[in-house]
């Protein structure tokens, strides 16, 4: 898989919110630069239009928090012509149908350590959805991991969370500090991603959370992340067309 910047929308009540620290019941209706509404599709649009990106991650927080997923925004998403990565609050192996019945083109699913309810239901997801359609993320809170208490993980370490995922057939991973994102104070995670990057050569590696300039982007390619999710950078302009076109000319050449 090739480098590449995803942008990022969190949905919440079916419009697009400012994901800060993690603090869910604070997020308010985001304000972009690229649309004066925060109507997700017409923004996802503009995205698309704007920056050239092909490619969305959507975190559906009412979804994660329990709620049906919003099939009909992932619908109208997908019709823009995007390749849609969605977190959709997975919690087992059947909570994959209603999404793969869809019949999404370029649909990858987020598997989120902070839902998924331990290993037996994410090689449920494995066999579910293929390896190539998955993303693992493991989700941190300033570091720690979002192991919910009637888990059967085992562990809250993050390095034998991700060691156990790998065997269970992950290929694709995500790192994601949720208390990061929204702040622009970086990942805090750049250690731990070496680290798995350096035990599992063969595992894509995802990044996001933090990220405040093209600069960070660029780090985190040299230190070998497979793709990097940005949100507020994005929305608020820091993160523009001209510095992603210098991005693709530094990484690919040309």
């Known amino acids: 898989m090739s ?25 308010q209706a985001l304000r972009s630069v690229w649309q004066s509404g925060p109507e997700p599709i017409p923004l996802a649009r503009s995205l698309r239009d704007a920056l050239g990106r092909d490619t969305l991650y959507l975190a559906d927080l009412d979804a994660i928090g329990g709620a049906p997923p919003s099939v009909g925004i992932y619908r109208g998403l997908a019709a823009l012509g995007l390749k849609l990565w969605i977190d959709a609050g997975l919690r087992e192996a059947r909570s994959t149908a209603p999404l793969l019945d869809l019949g999404l083109h370029d649909l990858t699913l987020i598997a989120g350590l902070e839902t998924v309810k331990g290993p037996a239901d994410l090689a449920g997801m494995v066999a579910a959805v293929g390896a190539d359609r998955l993303i693992f993320s493991l989700d941190l809170f300033e570091g720690r ?18 060691h156990q995922a790998i065997d269970l057939g992950v290929r694709r991973l995500l790192i994601l500090d949720l208390a990061r994102v929204g702040t622009g104070r970086g ?3 750049e250690d731990l991603l070496a680290r798995i990057g350096k035990a599992h050569p063969d595992v894509a590696i995802l990044a996001g959370g933090g990220v405040a300039r093209i600069e960070d982007v660029l780090y985190l390619q040299k230190a070998g992340a497979a793709s990097v999710l940005v ?17 693709d000319r530094v990484v690919h050449g040309g």
């Open 3 to 27: 480098f590449r910047v995803v942008p990022v929308l969190d949905l919440k009540e079916g419009r697009a919110v400012h994901a800060v620290g993690g603090h869910r019941h604070q997020y």
């Open 187 to 189: 990942l805090g995670t």
């Open 145 to 162: 991991a979002l192991v919910a208490a009637e888990s059967t993980w085992g562990t809250d370490n993050p390095l034998e969370l991700v």
């Open 231 to 247: 949100g507020s950078a994005l929305h608020d302009g820091r993160i523009g067309r001209n510095e992603l076109d210098w991005l």
